[in-house]
């Protein structure tokens, strides 16, 4: 089943062009309860029409993989990867609806775009093992780990209000498949940024998942995003960003502002990983 989250935050189902209401819930709601066994009744509302919401809007956490791609770990110049870091945790308040607006915080930083396949947990998940780690998933989406660059701890990088950007569909574990071959592309301003295969992640999708609940509960409604392939590069304001994964049906499209940027309050600049020059640059 395709969802959505929709206008005050129900659940629809997305058949075609059209959302169909599944009785008012959220998807917090049907990931507790189970899904509608029943076909959606009703005409059902053109998808144009609707305003589309973050798929689950307060997780308990988000859970994310730092440097999960070698093509990535090769353009940060990084030795460390996932399996010598574990995961980082970003803000849930740090979500932003599909079709939203980032809004960079800092005149003086470099943010970058990181295009990521996130999946929702569906059930409890407490020391399983990477063979049942999948059969905990609920879903699968697409999001947007958007990143100051600098010596800033991570979970500092990338917990700014709108840095996590999520959806708009959210593919139900069944009908989507297999997570380790998914197609990943992201755009800036139609210049194509970032292209991958989730067969290349150095932790797949069941392995994340199964580390980090030997570290921490994860319980549904709870995100895990995979990671982010070679490609990053600086974001200003005007600029649209889209994220495009084979077997999600609709790309996460947002915006770029810098509304009431101010200078940054931390020291980190020029520290930390070196980021790839931006794309057209001369190296
Ligand atoms: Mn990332």
């Given at each position: 089943?395709?969802?959505?989250?929709?206008?005050?935050?129900?659940?629809?189902?997305?058949?075609g062009?059209?959302?169909y209401?599944?009785?008012?819930?959220t998807?917090?709601?049907?990931?507790?309860?189970?899904?509608p066994?029943?076909?959606?009744?009703?005409?059902?509302v053109?998808?144009?029409?609707v305003?589309?919401?973050?798929?689950v809007?307060?997780?308990s956490?988000?859970?994310?993989?730092?440097?999960?791609?070698?093509?990535?770990?090769?353009?940060?110049?990084v030795?460390?990867?996932v399996g010598?870091l574990?995961?980082?945790?970003?803000?849930?308040?740090?979500?932003?609806?599909?079709?939203?607006?980032?809004?960079?915080?800092?005149?003086?930083?470099?943010?970058?775009?990181e295009?990521?396949?996130?999946?929702?947990?569906g059930?409890?998940?407490?020391r399983?093992?990477?063979?049942?780690?999948?059969?905990?998933?609920?879903?699968?989406?697409?999001l947007?780990?958007?990143?100051?660059?600098?010596g800033?701890d991570?979970?500092?990088?990338k917990?700014?209000?709108?840095f996590?950007?999520?959806g708009?569909?959210l593919?139900?574990a069944?009908?989507?498949?297999?997570?380790?071959?998914?197609?990943?592309?992201?755009?800036?301003n139609?210049?194509?940024?970032?292209?991958?295969?989730?067969?290349?992640?150095?932790?797949?999708?069941?392995?994340?998942?199964?580390?980090?609940?030997w570290?921490?509960?994860?319980?549904?409604?709870?995100?895990v995003?995979?990671?982010?392939?070679?490609?990053?590069g600086?974001?200003?304001?005007?600029?649209?960003?889209?994220?495009r994964?084979?077997g999600?049906?609709?790309?996460?499209?947002?915006?770029?502002?810098?509304?009431?940027?101010?200078?940054?309050?931390?020291?980190?600049?020029?520290?930390?990983?070196?980021?790839?020059?931006?794309?057209?640059?001369?190296?």
């Amino acid at each position: 089943m395709k969802l959505v989250a929709y206008d005050d935050g129900r659940a629809g189902e997305l058949r075609g062009d059209r959302v169909y209401d599944l009785g008012g819930r959220t998807i917090p709601e049907l990931i507790a309860d189970g899904l509608p066994t029943a076909p959606p009744g009703g005409p059902g509302v053109p998808l144009d029409r609707v305003r589309l919401r973050v798929p689950v809007p307060n997780p308990s956490k988000i859970v994310a993989a730092p440097v999960n791609y070698r093509d990535h770990q090769a353009e940060m110049s990084v030795d460390s990867q996932v399996g010598g870091l574990g995961f980082f945790l970003k803000a849930p308040s740090s979500l932003l609806d599909p079709g939203g607006t980032i809004q960079l915080p800092y005149h003086d930083r470099r943010f970058d775009q990181e295009g990521e396949l996130a999946l929702v947990i569906g059930r409890t998940a407490r020391r399983v093992s990477e063979a049942d780690a999948l059969g905990h998933v609920f879903g699968y989406t697409g999001l947007l780990d958007i990143t100051m660059r600098g010596g800033e701890d991570r979970s500092t990088r990338k917990s700014f209000e709108t840095f996590t950007p999520m959806g708009p569909v959210l593919v139900t574990a069944d009908e989507f498949g297999d997570p380790a071959d998914v197609d990943l592309r992201c755009w800036v301003n139609g210049d194509l940024r970032q292209h991958a295969n989730t067969r290349d992640l150095i932790w797949s999708a069941a392995r994340l998942v199964s580390y980090a609940s030997w570290v921490t509960t994860l319980n549904p409604g709870d995100v895990v995003t995979t990671g982010t392939p070679a490609g990053v590069g600086p974001l200003a304001a005007g600029d649209a960003v889209r994220l495009r994964l084979s077997g999600i049906g609709l790309d996460l499209a947002v915006t770029v502002r810098a509304d009431d940027a101010v200078a940054s309050h931390t020291a980190g600049r020029d520290r930390g990983p070196v980021p790839p020059p931006p794309p057209g640059a001369a190296r």
